[in-house]
Every structure is written in C-alpha cells, then in structure tokens.
C-alpha cells in the first residue's frame, strides 16, 4: 500500500474510533495524521539509536538508559497513545512500523560512530526530555499526552510553554508586553489592523483560540485620561459598548492585568459565515495603557450544532486561558517603575544604604544568624550592580534583623 493511501486509510479510521463530540479529542486532519505518523518515526529511530550504542558499546550504556528514560519519564504516555489510536486499525499500522523500522535500520551505521558523537546524542536525548524537540514532533507529543488531554492547563503549569514578544512588532502601538503560552499551540499573523497576533490550539488546527487587540482610545495628542477615566472605562456599562452586539454576557468582573486595572468578561456568541453558523464561548481580559485598550480575548468555538460540546469543553481549557492571562507582562510599565526608584536614591542615599548595609553585616551577633549571614556576606558586592530590586530587598532585611537585635537585647 502507498503511503499516502496508509495515510489516507488511518486518518479515515482516526475519524471513526475517536467519537467527534468527546470534548477532549484533538480534531483529526491529513496534516495531524502525518504529524503523528512522523513523530512516531521520530521515537523509534531514538529508541533504536540507544538500543545499539547500549549493545555497540556498553561503556555508555547507564548514561544511555537514564537518559532514555528522563525522556520516557515525559513522553512515554504520548507515544503510547499515538501507538494505541493506529494500533486500532490491525495490520495496516503495524505494517507501517516494520517498513519503517527496516528503513531506519537500512540507514543506520554504527561502525564509525565516535565517543564525540556518542556524547552529543545523549546530550541530544537529555535535552530532548526537557522539551528541546523539533516542531512539529514537540507539539505532537504534547497534543496526544494523556494528562494534558484530560487537564489542559497542566502542560501550561509544567513550563511547556513559548513566549511572544511585542516589542518589534509592526502593530504594537509602542506597547512592549509579553506573553505566554503553550508550546502546544501555533502563533499566527492577523489580517485586522488592531489585532497583532492570534493563537491556536493543537499546532494551529485546534477549537481554542487566544488573541491579542490593541485599540487607540481617541485622545489629542497630550491628552492623559485621569484614573477616574481609566475606572470609568471598565465600568460594566462601557465595557459592554465595546464588546459585539447580540452577544450574551454570562459574567463580568472587575480584574487587574499586571498590577494595570481591567475588567474580564465571559460571553456566548453565534456568528455567520457563508452558509454556517458558528457558536463560541468566549473569555476576554481588558485593561488600559497609552491611551490604548489592550484586550486578550479567549474562545473555544464550533459550528452551532456543536454547541453543547463548546460548552462541555469550555471548563476544562478555563483555568488555561486564566493561566496564559496571568503570564502577561507590560514590560514598559516595569521599566518606567525602575526608572523612577532608580532616581529617587541619589549619590549619597547609595553610600548611605552600602555603610548602613556594611555595618549590618560585621554586627557579630547578626553573623550568628544563618540567614542573614550568607546575606550580609554578599552585600557590598550586590548594591555595586546597581539593582534596584536588590537595594529595596536589602534594606528591608537591615530594618527586620535590627529589629530583631533590639527585641532579642530587651529580652
């Protein structure tokens, strides 16, 4: 059988034994299914490779072992279930495997293989466990883990993740934020003018999408809105002007987005397209900044007959979006913090703070104290960079720990 009459047949079977209304199922594709089929083959080659330098050269064999099983430790669930959901199909999968096992094997050669290069591929192997994994091999394995199926905000909380950063992008409106979110998931362009990027779930093929809108409030040029403005803004009233009509608000509440004063809201919409209605549920996060609106808007959507599994699926990619949401950083707002506390210690406040801090750290009794010992060993040293985090961390520490000299002399 051609592979792409194989390809063709499990995509087809993929169709029929992954009922199309569980809520958690990745949505089955041509394009899934060679992804699938390729990182099966990615595995098996691996797993080869570390059976014959174990065999070729057994001097490697423990470091082989441990570092195959860190990244079966991570991945082995995936490669099972990818294993499973073909291995339903009978003898056509597993005559898949062998014509690529016998190709891997007719590739291989291991008689001049160097202790570098043995070195080097289980360097490969440890990084590969970490999530150091070519695409779309990573997103594969991540899509079909069993606990991220069944609990998609712990692929978030396991640090599986991608970072966008706005600060060269074209659509930015000068705002330099970044955000997370999972490794999972495909980042996109938009064709909108306000809308700088969208993401996707399962590799970009998925019901889940995340995107990013940033809107110029209309203001003169030197125009600054009050903080009655700003709380005026996300008042419930004014949000809902700015969301769409015929929408149909389930919750409002007020938030905050990276110290910055928002509102968050959930709603259900129904939209047409050609001939096809559409359904989400939808989240989105609103706050303010330069005179622009900044909205991070989540949805799981379906066609309209599929409502009820948009709802059904809805809690479980939830605490997600809250997750993502949560990772946002208005970089911007952070600098312009820094700038004014770095101004506000002059000169003489910083030699201040470094006698203060020296005359902490020779106290005798204060070196009897672990905790402030390794501090005070290191503070010249540290208040020389000039951080300003570091400086606020440390006179805090001076204030607490003559404190507690004082309170343990009244004893």
């Known amino acids: 059988m051609k592979t792409k009459k194989m390809i063709f047949f499990l995509m087809t079977f993929l169709l029929l034994i992954i009922p199309l209304e569980a809520k958690n199922s990745p949505q089955i594709s041509e394009e899934l299914v060679r992804d699938m089929i390729k990182t099966y ?22 470091e082989v072992i441990e570092a195959q099983f860190k990244f079966y430790t991570q991945f082995g669930a ?8 073909f291995s339903e199909s009978g003898d056509s999968w597993e005559t898949m495997k062998k014509k690529s096992m016998d190709k891997i094997k007719s590739l291989s050669d291991f008689s001049n293989l160097s202790d570098s290069e043995i070195k080097e591929f289980i360097s490969d192997v440890n990084k590969r466990a970490q999530g150091n994994i070519l695409s779309p091999v990573l997103e594969t394995l991540l899509i079909f883990h069993p606990d991220y199926i069944r609990n998609p905000a712990l692929e978030f909380r396991n640090e599986y993740t991608k970072k966008f950063n706005s600060e060269d992008h074209p659509k930015n409106k000068d705002i330099h934020f970044t955000v997370q979110y999972p490794a999972s998931w495909k980042s996109n362009e938009a064709d909108r003018p306000n809308i700088i990027k969208k993401f996707s779930s399962e590799n970009g093929r998925g019901l889940e999408n995340f995107s990013i809108l940033i809107k110029h409030l209309p203001t003169t040029p030197n125009q600054k809105p009050s903080k009655t403005n700003i709380e005026e803004l996300f008042q419930k009233s004014t949000v809902l002007k700015m969301l769409p009509k015929d929408i149909v608000i389930t919750s409002y ?16 919409e129904v939209q047409s397209r050609l001939k096809y209605n559409f359904f989400s549920k939808n989240l989105i996060f609103m706050t303010f900044y330069k005179n622009s609106v900044l909205a991070f808007s989540f949805s799981v959507g379906n066609v309209l007959v599929k409502k009820n599994d948009v709802l059904e699926r809805y809690p479980f990619i939830k605490p997600l979006f809250i997750l993502i949401a949560n990772s946002i950083v208005i970089q911007d707002l952070w600098k312009h913090q820094h700038a004014v506390l770095e101004a506000t210690i002059n000169t003489s406040d910083k030699k201040d703070l470094q006698k ?4 902490f750290a020779n106290n005798e009794e204060v070196k009897k104290l672990s905790l402030f010992s390794n501090i005070g060993g290191r503070m010249g040293l540290l208040l020389s960079f000039g951080e300003v985090a570091l400086k606020i961390f440390l006179v805090s520490v001076i204030f607490l720990g003559i404190k507690f ?6 004893k």
């Open 41 to 62: 083959g990615f595995c098996m080659s691996q797993q080869y490779t570390c059976d014959k330098i174990q065999e070729l050269f057994p001097q490697y064999k423990k």
């Open 78 to 85: 995936s490669i099972k279930k990818i294993d499973e959901l």
């Open 253 to 268: 509440s007020r938030t905050t987005i990276d110290s910055l004063p928002g509102a968050m809201v959930e709603y259900e």
């Open 356 to 359: 203060s801090a020296e005359n």
């Open 405 to 410: 000299i004082l309170n343990k002399r009244r």
